[in-house]
């Protein structure tokens, strides 16, 4: 795994974004900061960004979920984590996803470490 990563972070309240991205950027990621689903969208189609990872709020503006579904069908080779709470994501998945968030909010900013790391050691393996 590149010590470098790229990681987009998108979350809607900034008292939680930017903590957790300066705590990124601290553990050598490189992290752009998106408010919303459209931004991200917009960031994702910046090439010169070359993002790698997702870190997105299921319930932020635009859906993480739909931010989600829209990667796999642009065919973008970015990973994309959920977080959120699991009755959220039950009440808003409907038909969209199946799967459910991979990460509880409020963050505890080691595990989204963590769990960014094996994000990418699955993708450096050729798993998903």
């Known amino acids: 795994m590149s010590a470098s990563a790229v990681v987009l972070l998108v979350e809607g309240d900034i008292a939680i974004r930017h903590p957790l991205a300066e705590y990124l950027r ?25 993002i790698e990872v997702v870190l997105a709020d299921m319930m932020t503006t635009g859906s993480g979920f739909g931010l989600r579904q829209w990667v796999r069908t642009q065919s973008l080779a970015v990973e994309v984590i959920l977080a959120g709470s699991v009755e959220k994501a039950v009440d808003h998945a409907g038909g969209l996803c199946h799967e459910g968030p991979a990460l509880a909010k409020p963050y505890q900013h080691h595990l989204v470490l963590d769990h960014i790391r094996q994000v990418l050691a699955r993708r450096e393996r050729g798993q998903r």
């Open 26 to 50: 601290e553990c050598g990621f490189t992290v752009f900061e998106a408010a919303n689903g459209d931004e991200a969208m917009h960031a994702l189609q910046t090439p010169e960004l070359q």
